[in-house]
């Protein structure tokens, strides 16, 4: 499972790069989130946006510390899912957060502050946009360097950004950001020795979060330039020996089963290179291990074979009594339950009034409940993307009540009293290997639309990576559900502008040109004043069209075993994050 919690920092202020996030134990997950702070934003050098200039955050200078001391142990750590294992976001198929956060390193890094994530310069030191929101321009640090000793450079930076989202990108891209982001750049360019910029067709207000350690892919990774753009064998060749920048070396590697790390003694986020603090792991080793089975990863973590392992809440009890503790990630993660074409007249839920009648039927508390175990691990809060840690978030977003009567009354209202005339309705899931029970969830969604509203329908398991590609590209689903996980971020706006910013896409949410000149006119706002009341105010619209149906958010449980003195888990993150804060007894 995943969670986390996303945060923005406004213009012109000092970010302090400290107070990392404490440890969460189980009683300690489900609090109420504090009000969201307003969004990073990029300086702009002369003009401004909206009248105000985007700058990116200085943080104060700490004090140079001693050298932390450095365990001579490993840490093995057990995954579901290895993805397909390619080594380069682009062609990862939208997973390998696992491994490809820990051999790259991002364009815009990110850290906590008063339990908040918040975005921090990385490779870019700093950031720009032009005066039209069209172009944003990257300031390349100095001293980083790749895991081969050779320094990273704007070059670098170039080659990896025309890659992974230029214009060519979407005829060879799997992975949803480099598709999403490919659809709407115009153009990458080199414009000095160390700046990169990056040019859209439209405006892109989000575009720091959106290539930042703190997004929900990881596409700002950077990676050693190539010859060509895209070069199928070339990168085939690199998936078998990754070079990256992040905080972990590649060692040793056997297919679908094991990954093995050391530590990068260059890593380049520490004091030397002028950074507040030393982000380099405090172990030699990481064994990341392919277990798809949560009970072979909980004996192995009460044997001493492994250390941390995602699990879910049921598994507590083992935990602790072999010595181990659960923490949560928070707001890791939300259920996303698409209604898959309802811009066609022929649907059902081409009717507002079905979409909502879905809703309103279904019981968000007993999923909760009876399906999640309590409010530790799922929230009934907030609108898919926008948690509670998200800009725009309000309390007025929260998941629509369970009232059956009234979806009812609706359903009968658009002419499918007692599901008649309705057809069947089929939800297509996968099984996930970082949310778990969601063919469960899917059927405690079915059994109710049967009961409520008498409808027939069906669900599908099928492969997630066959049905993230059909439902985007295909015809094939348009009249179903798809019911899938997806991963929390920073700031929302990239998920909403590829669901209803977009025109062209099979899996859009909407055919209406004025809701479309809306979405598209709101993620155009760069003023980080006047930020969260628009997005609030079009998540709200969006929210009542009821397109997309959201129970609410999951903290990812993790099992710590014995061996971990002490791991500060990033929230927003459903994947292993902030390793620098692992120590070992």
């Known amino acids: 499972m995943k969670c986390l919690r996303g945060h923005q920092v406004s213009s012109?202020?000092?970010r302090l790069l400290a107070l990392m996030l404490s440890l969460l134990l189980a009683a300690g997950?489900?609090?109420?989130?504090?009000?969201?702070?307003?969004?990073?934003?990029?300086?702009?050098?002369?003009?401004?946006?909206?009248?105000?200039?985007?700058?990116?955050?200085?943080?104060?200078?700490?004090?140079?510390?001693?050298?932390?001391?450095?365990s001579q142990g490993k840490v093995t750590w057990m995954v579901g899912s290895f993805s397909n294992e390619r080594m380069t976001y682009a062609l990862a198929a939208g997973g390998g957060h696992d491994y490809g956060r820990q051999i790259h390193a991002f364009l815009v890094g990110s850290d906590v502050k008063d339990g908040q994530r918040v975005l921090t310069p990385g490779i870019a030191s700093d950031w720009s946009v032009s005066s039209d929101g069209l172009t944003w321009t990257l300031t390349i640090r100095k001293g980083v360097k790749f895991h081969d000793g050779r320094e990273l450079t704007a070059e670098d930076v170039l080659w990896t950004l025309r890659y992974s989202?230029?214009?060519?990108?979407?005829?060879?891209?799997?992975?949803?950001?480099?598709?999403?982001?490919?659809?709407?750049?115009?153009?990458?360019?080199?414009?000095?020795?160390?700046?990169?910029?990056?040019?859209?067709?439209?405006?892109?207000?989000d575009f720091v979060s959106f290539v930042s350690e703190a997004d929900g892919n990881w596409i700002g990774t950077i990676y050693p330039k190539q010859e060509k753009v895209y070069d199928p064998e070339a990168l085939a060749a690199y998936d078998k020996n990754p070079v990256g920048a992040g905080i972990m070396k590649l060692k040793q590697r056997q297919a679908a089963s094991m990954m093995q790390f050391e530590r990068f003694d260059d890593y380049y986020y520490q004091p030397i290179n002028g950074l507040p603090k030393d982000k380099r792991v405090k172990f030699l080793t990481l064994d990341l291990r392919l277990v798809p089975e949560e009970a072979t990863r909980v004996a192995a973590l009460r044997s001493g074979e492994a250390d941390i392992a995602p699990v879910t809440l049921g598994a507590r009890k083992q935990v602790?009594?072999?010595?181990?503790?659960?923490?949560?990630?928070?707001?890791?993660?939300?259920?996303?339950?698409?209604?898959?074409?309802?811009?066609?007249?022929?649907?059902?839920?081409?009717?507002?009034?079905?979409?909502?009648?879905?809703?309103?039927s279904l019981d968000k508390m007993v999923m909760r409940d009876k399906l999640y175990g309590g409010p530790d691990v799922m929230q009934v809060r907030g609108w898919g993307p926008v948690t509670p840690s998200v800009i725009g978030y309000q309390s007025d977003l929260d998941p629509f009540p369970y009232d059956p009567n009234k979806a009812r009354q609706l359903l009968a209202d658009a002419g499918f009293a007692g599901g008649q005339g309705f057809g069947k309705l089929t939800i297509n899931t996968?099984?996930?290997?970082?949310?778990?029970?969601?063919?469960?969830?899917?059927?405690?969604?079915?059994?109710?639309?049967r009961r409520e509203l008498g409808l027939d329908v069906v669900v599908k398991v099928g492969d997630e990576a066959a049905l993230k590609k059909d439902t985007r590209l295909s015809d094939t689903y348009l009249g179903q559900i798809l019911w899938r996980d997806n991963e929390a971020r920073v700031d929302a706006s990239s998920v909403i502008r590829s669901g209803y910013g977009s025109s062209d896409r099979q899996d859009r949410a909407h055919n209406d040109p004025q809701l479309l000149n809306l979405t598209r006119t709101a993620l155009a706002v760069f003023n980080p004043d006047e930020r969260p009341k628009v997005l609030h105010d079009l998540y709200l619209q969006l929210r009542d069209e009821a397109i997309d149906i959201y129970p609410g958010y999951v903290n990812v449980p993790w099992a710590a075993g014995p061996r971990i003195l002490t791991w500060e888990p990033y929230p927003l993150a459903f994947y292993p994050s902030a390793l620098h804060t692992i120590t070992l007894k």
């Open 12 to 14: 012109h202020q000092v």
């Open 29 to 70: 997950c489900g609090a109420a989130a504090t009000a969201t702070p307003p969004p990073p934003t990029a300086k702009a050098p002369t003009p401004t946006v909206g009248g105000v200039p985007t700058v990116a955050p200085a943080p104060i200078m700490a004090p140079v510390p001693a050298d932390a001391v450095v």
């Open 165 to 205: 989202m230029g214009p060519q990108a979407k005829d060879y891209a799997t992975g949803g950001a480099s598709l999403t982001i490919a659809a709407v750049t115009e153009k990458v360019e080199q414009t000095a020795p160390d700046k990169v910029s990056v040019t859209t067709k439209i405006p892109v207000s």
């Open 320 to 360: 602790e009594a072999g010595g181990g503790r659960l923490l949560f990630g928070r707001e890791g993660g939300y259920i996303y339950i698409r209604q898959l074409g309802c811009w066609k007249p022929e649907f059902p839920c081409h009717d507002k009034r079905v979409r909502q009648a879905l809703s309103y």
């Open 430 to 449: 996968w099984v996930s290997t970082t949310m778990p029970l969601m063919p469960e969830a899917a059927q405690l969604a079915a059994d109710t639309w």
